[in-house]
């Protein structure tokens, strides 16, 4: 409950963020502190400046951009995700699985940079960016702006593509595939809670499937892409039967890690419901059961 | 507060009143709440941002005062359950906690208030399960929720302006 | 002069009328024990075991004391070096051996163990020295499971002991062997666990703690919910009188039992400020509260085999029972007889035999927790039913209804001579499938196909909440206690200017006392219980205790209620007579009411009580010197419930006053995919005897109900093989929150006690009635060739395992052997 003596800035704009980030080694951005704060309460992280971004203007705009897709600053909150009538309008599942994560107090603080930055595997995001395809902008002070895909921004447990002295600033979701949709699904603790398994999809084609994107979380330290599953769903009817013969199994080459909430074998039994589950709800098909 | 330091002079208003304070970097604005300014209402239920006791408002947004720092709270307006009625009347919301026993121990029942007013101004005729997913943040361990939804359903929608009118 | 009273005939006892206590706690001003604050104070942090078990080689504590702002820091070899003797041990030897002072000395035996406590300006100056506190461990193995922990070869946790076994005892009741050997078929259950949970109140352990050096005397402020038992166990270890230790508290946070359980941290405040020379504030934070504040009891039940007719008729069962009383004796080994209260819990069942284990392990020592000891009994009791009924090819509902106490029986005596007092245990469950509409859900689950990838299943949970405690069954766990009964204390004054007042022995943590003993008042002194003001919380000096008071167990509505009805009699005795010689009246024709004294048919003559208040406060030389030495108008009276001394040879006797009863109804949906467990529907029916204000035993009801389904479902505390707790905080520690709460359906039956002043049975606590309604509905929704519910904890992975042990030919925990006779009958499996 009680941090350890550390120094707070609030800088005005991102260049005077980068400048705080790069002078000093030990300086770490606060965006919502949703999670950061509890790192430091637990003292089991040390950090010497929190370089507080949380009301940086330009970190706070959701843009819709002229090809369908978002340009989402990453200071916006996830209760101003599920709120945006842009993201409602183009991304409505990003909008749904912003407005479930944990609670109010937590949505109205909690921010998708950090929800990225924080790079928990539990994360609702990531794995969700992941599958959407989104790229993550990447400013240092040196001017540049670095784009990464999702798929390869996330490294680990509280490790991300974003270097010393950089920061991300935006993350650029592309405009959903036509015909196509998203999905999402999640086994948790309880409602609204932890994550003990989850996936994510996002598809292309209408009555076949012409691609799909399939994303796995809560089995590694980072979300993974399932190439075998994607690859087992091209050309495959857009149907409850041939989504779960394309699942069937996946989990069995997987080596997630157990814990107290869920052992391996569980996670590797829960890998091909929730990724046919996503895949269900990206089809618009729910299959057997509730997506 | 471009410049890093150890301690900040802030400046805010809490339950209408300004309010300035030099405060440690490192404090949390639910103790700078408790200890500095003496308001007992807002409570401490547990140190992972999980229970809600701490809720507050900061510029109209429901947030724990446990996962902010005291010093975010410079420039802000901050709401406590202090000041959901200064005159010491019940509002409606109080009254329905009352008559609908949607109180025990009463510890968890400021922030609840706070999540609840939260929801009410932005939701004025919220369904039950919209009341429910409003509270989910805000843990009782006396009243298994039942009469605290009961509650917020008293006080909001139909009921309580008829009650009002 | 107006009267306002109602007709004679009513009573405010028996209304649901709203709490006194909730202004204050609606408006932010209540005073919870972190608001209190002493002038010189300094914050308190202890320093905690990040091993389960380990020997300390050294504790260098320098380099906190160099920080400044740091007022002092105490170690287990000081406060051994300033404590006369451990804390006392209610168990016999060996158990009893076990030294335990407040802070851990040369060893730590669970993770969190306190080695250290620092006293700091600030929280934040506390918390940096505890951590600059440099502690030398030597780890040692662990033991975290109480079988284990039974066996001669296991990590010994006090060598003094000489085993980890700290009680056991043969409970035997009836003839168990000649009902297993003419039983149509004996159920043989191999394993039963009931897990470890805590009702974790949303208020941590808090106290103020100040060695006044100027008095010697040591103040405690805290939420301690049973002070006096805290203070009859540290008094002797600080080498304090007890007329020189207080305590006092006023709101807090919610209890539930565990807050029984902070009087080692107390004694160690005390000792802290004792060396600093100031008060010593505490506030636990969330991750120490689970760590060290005290769980619920776990406990196993190994080789279950229990006697059934042919018929239905359970006659009996015998279980080896072991209980994991963690790594010292928090009030334990008490909880070793606690649930023999209900021994055959709903049932009519007359042969009995547990052979109970006691051990210690490197786990959070337990603590009572909502439902203690009976919790754990009752549902193996609910496991055994369900069981039997699925084994042997019995409805549960008919089952249980067959075996059930019936009305005609009551008073009814168990097997072990306690009394159950009223009820209708076959209504109760009736009702409780009315509410729930069981005939729509057996309905729906009968449609569901294979492939639905759903299962729907109806469980019932039947339970005793046995409320007021005889003490005496302490002396079945040690004959040589010197304790015995039960009682609570109130005190009830006419104040100067004839206001009412009342104060309790009770620690309220929610409860609503305040407005309950106004009811109770008001009725007696012919008033509204707007006019009586009950003192909020507890406060030694206001002499109003005895050494069972605070509040725990199911007992205030009998005990509590009873000394505030009590006092209030003599009150009003007080001021009839008073009355009477004012109005020169025979005291048989005084009447009271709306805080007047009238004599009856000639209300012109009236005294109101501010003039009765004046003649005894500020007026008596016009009174009688005799009336003037008797008559105080301050009348303190001590409930006492008409118990005797149990048998410890036989280990029986009348354990408890009131047994009230919750039945509960639940349906379950699973899901075949991923074990996740949704509730459809649920029914709470309860039925605790006259009651005083109904919307309040609701509350209480609403809330068991949650609790029990969250440990059913979520809650548990679960330790790695080294003794590193899995679950310390809210982010493990799920606590249920609103969107995993069905909303419960509440029905009651009023079965007066004719054992108590009121007609009340003590409730609250429910039995636990959830984790075996939920378990009991898991088992409903399972194939036939499953293993059973075994567990009381079933998260979703559990419950996933156990809809595929039928397909993987896994062991079911359960063989059945029949006699050949019974063969033939509908009941064979």
Redesign the interface.
């Known amino acids: ?5 550390v120094e707070y800035a609030r800088p005005d704009t991102v260049e005077q963020a980068l400048t705080l980030l790069s002078q000093r080694e030990g300086a770490a951005p606060l965006a919502g502190g949703q999670s950061l704060v509890n790192v430091l309460k ?2 089991v992280a040390s950090v010497e400046l929190l370089v507080d971004i949380s009301r940086i203007d330009e970190l706070r705009r959701i843009e819709a951009r002229s090809d369908g897709g978002l340009e989402i600053g990453a200071c916006v909150t996830y209760d101003e995700l599920d709120g945006s009538d842009a993201v409602r309008a183009s991304h409505p599942l990003l909008a749904d699985v912003a407005g479930h994560i944990e609670d109010q107090q937590i949505r109205d603080r909690g921010t998708i940079g950090g929800n990225c930055c924080l790079s928990d595997p539990t994360n609702n995001l990531p794995p969700l960016l992941v599958a959407l395809d989104a790229t993550m902008n990447i400013r240092s002070r040196s001017g540049g702006v670095r784009q990464v895909a999702a798929e390869d921004f996330f490294h680990g447990y509280f490790s991300t593509a974003v270097g010393e002295g950089e920061l991300l600033c935006s993350i650029t979701v592309p405009p959903l595939p036509s015909p196509g949709g998203a999905g999402y699904s999640t ?1 948790s ?6 994550a ?1 398994a989850r996936a994510a999809a996002l598809v292309r084609g209408n009555g076949v499937i012409e691609d799909a994107r399939v994303v796995l979380a809560c089995f590694s330290a980072a979300p993974m892409r399932h190439h075998g599953m994607e690859a087992a769903l091209r050309g495959a009817p857009a149907t409850a039967e041939a989504v779960a013969a394309a699942a069937a199994g996946i989990g069995d080459g997987l080596d997630p890690p157990g ?5 391996t074998d ?1 996670r590797r ?2 890998a091909p ?1 929730v990724a046919r589950r996503a895949v269900c709800q990206a089809i618009g098909n729910g299959g ?2 509730r997506g | 507060m471009v410049d890093a330091a150890t301690t900040h002079a802030i400046e805010y208003t809490i339950n209408g009143e300004r309010q300035q304070a030099t405060v ?1 970097a ?2 949390l604005l639910v ?1 700078h709440i ?2 500095t300014l003496g ?10 941002g ?2 809600g ?1 701490c809720s507050v408002i900061v510029d109209g947004r429901l947030v724990k005062s446990c996962m902010m720092l005291a010093a975010q709270a410079d420039g802000t307006a901050i709401e ?3 000041g ?2 200064p005159d ?1 009347a ?1 509002t409606p919301l ?1 009254q329905a ?3 609908q ?1 949607g ?8 922030g609840l ?1 706070m999540a609840a007013s939260f929801l009410l101004r932005r939701n004025p005729n919220p369904s ?1 399960a919209e ?3 409003a ?2 943040g ?12 009961r509650s917020i359903e008293a006080a909001a929608g139909p009921a309580a302006s008829e009650r009002a009118a | 002069m107006t009267t306002t009273a109602p007709p004679q005939t009513e009573t405010w006892k028996g209304q649901s009328i ?2 006194t ?12 024990t ?2 209190v604050w002493m002038h010189r104070q300094g914050y308190a942090h202890f320093v905690r075991s990040p091993l389960g078990h380990a020997r300390i080689r050294s504790i260098d504590t320098s380099r906190a004391a160099r920080l400044e702002g740091v007022y002092a820091i105490l170690t287990g070899d000081e406060v051994r070096e300033m404590c006369p003797t451990p804390f006392f041990q209610i168990a016999p030897e060996p158990g009893g051996r076990i030294a335990e002072y407040p802070l851990a000395v040369d060893k730590v035996r669970y993770h969190g163990d306190a080695v250290a406590v620092v006293l700091a300006e600030t ?2 100056l506390a ?2 020295a505890a ?1 600059l506190v440099d502690v030398d461990y030597e780890p040692l193995p662990a033991v975290v499971d109480t079988v284990a922990a039974a066996d001669p070869e296991a990590p010994l946790l006090h060598e003094q002991v000489g085993s980890n076994v700290v009680w056991k005892g043969d409970f035997d009741w009836g003839d168990v062997d000649w009902a297993l050997e003419n039983a149509d078929h004996v159920v043989k259950i191999d394993r039963l666990h009931f897990h470890r949970f805590s ?6 352990n808090a106290a103020v703690v100040h060695w006044d050096p100027g008095t010697d005397t040591v103040k405690v402020q805290s939420n301690n919910q049973m002070p006096m038992f805290a203070s009859m166990v540290i008094g002797p270890t600080l080498g304090v009188a007890s007329n020189r230790l207080t305590f006092s508290s006023q ?4 209890a ?1 039992g565990i807050k029984i359980g902070s009087y080692p941290q107390i004694a160690a405040l005390a000792l802290l400020s004792r060396k600093a020379g100031r008060p010593a504030k505490w ?1 636990e ?3 120490d509260h689970m760590l060290s504040a005290g769980h619920g009891n776990e406990r196993v039940f190994l080789d279950t085999e229990v006697a059934v007719l042919k018929d239905g008729t359970i006659l009996g069962f015998k279980t080896r029972a072991f209980d994991d009383a963690g790594a010292y004796l928090h009030y334990e080994p008490l909880g070793a007889v606690i649930w023999s209260q209900v021994c055959c819990g709903c049932y009519k069942l007359r042969h009995i035999h547990v052979d109970y284990t006691e051990t210690v392990t490197n786990k959070c020592p337990t603590i009572p927790n909502r439902g203690y000891s009976r919790l754990q009994h009752l549902w193996f009791l609910e496991r055994v039913v369900d069981v039997v009924a699925r084994e042997l090819g019995f409805d549960p509902v008919a089952l249980r209804k067959q075996n059930y106490v019936q009305p005609s029986d009551y008073p009814y005596e168990t097997p072990n001579g306690c009394v159950y007092d009223s009820g209708d245990l076959p209504r109760s469950l009736d009702m409780a499938l009315e509410l729930i509409d069981a005939p729509k859900w057996r309905e729906r689950q009968r449609e569901l196909g294979r ?4 299962r729907i299943g109806i469980g019932i949970g039947s339970t005793l909440d046995s409320g007021t405690n005889n003490f005496g069954q302490a002396r079945i766990i040690n004959p040589n206690l010197p304790f015995s009964g039960n009682g609570e204390a109130a005190f009830v004054k006419l104040d100067l200017y004839g206001e009412i007042n009342v104060n309790l022995g009770t620690t309220p ?4 006392h305040e407005t309950t003993a106004a009811q109770v008042v008001a009725d007696v002194l012919g008033t509204s219980p707007d006019a009586v003001h009950v003192t909020a919380g507890f406060n030694q000096q206001q002499n109003t205790y005895v050494a069972f008071s605070g509040t725990y167990a199911s007992q205030f509505a009998v005990t509590g209620l009873g000394a505030a009805q009590g006092a209030a009699e003599r009150l009003r005795a007080e001021i009839a007579e008073v009355a009477a010689f004012a109005l020169q009246a025979p005291i048989d024709e005084i009447e009271i009411r709306d805080g007047n004294c009238f004599v009856r048919d000639d209300p012109e003559r009236a005294i109101p009580f501010i003039g009765v208040a004046n003649l005894i406060y500020s007026n008596n030389a016009v009174l009688t010197p005799e009336l003037r030495e008797r008559i105080s108008l301050n009348c303190r009276y001590v409930y006492t419930p008409p118990f005797q001394v149990p048998d410890p040879e036989t280990k029986t006797g009348n354990l408890t006053l009131t047994y009230a009863s919750q039945i509960h109804a639940c349906v379950v949906e699973l ?1 075949e ?2 074990g ?1 467990v949704k509730i459809l529907d649920y029914a709470a029916l309860d039925d605790c005897g006259t009651r005083i204000n109904p ?2 035993v ?3 009801v ?6 029990g389904i969250g440990a059913a479902l ?1 809650e548990a505390f ?1 330790y790695d093989e080294s003794g590193l707790l ?2 310390a ?4 520690y ?8 069905p ?2 359906k509440v029905g009651d039956i009023e079965s007066p006690s004719p054992f108590t002043p009121n007609g009340a049975k003590g409730m609250g606590e429910g039995g636990g009635a959830p984790l075996h309604a939920v378990c009991s509905a898991i088992q409903d929704a399972l194939s036939p060739d499953d293993a059973i519910v075994s567990d009381s904890h079933n ?3 559990r419950v ?2 156990l809809m595929r042990s039928g397909e993987h030919g896994e062991p079911r925990g359960v063989t059945v052997a029949s006699r050949s006779d019974a063969a033939g009958s509908d009941a064979t499996a």
């Open positions: 409950m009680l941090l350890e003596s637990h003292r086994v603790l309880g409602a609204d809670s932890k003990l814990d107290v909430h869920a052992s569980y039994a829960l419901v057997d059961e | 440690p490192r404090r103790h408790r200890d308001m007992k209402g807002t409570h401490i239920g547990c140190d992972t999980s229970c006791a406590t359950v202090e959901l009625a010491g019940l109080q906690f009352n008559e026993h109180l025990q121990c009463g510890y968890c029942t400021p208030l039950e009341i429910r997913r509270i989910r805000n843990i009782c361990r006396c009243t298994g929720y039942v009469n605290i939804v | 709203r709490r206590e909730d202004r204050r706690l609606l408006q932010g001003q209540g005073e919870f972190d608001d929280r934040e918390r940096d951590g009702s974790t109140p949303l208020e941590c709101d807090i946070g919610g539930f506030t934070y969330r991750t492939g639905s990838g759903k943590q929610g409860q609503g899901d995919h991923t996740e919307q309040l609701e509350g209480q609403h809330g068991a109900t949650a609790l979520y679960e899995q679950q905080s809210f982010y493990d799920h606590a249920i929150t609103a969107l995993d709460t909303d419960i998260p979703w992975e996933w395992r």
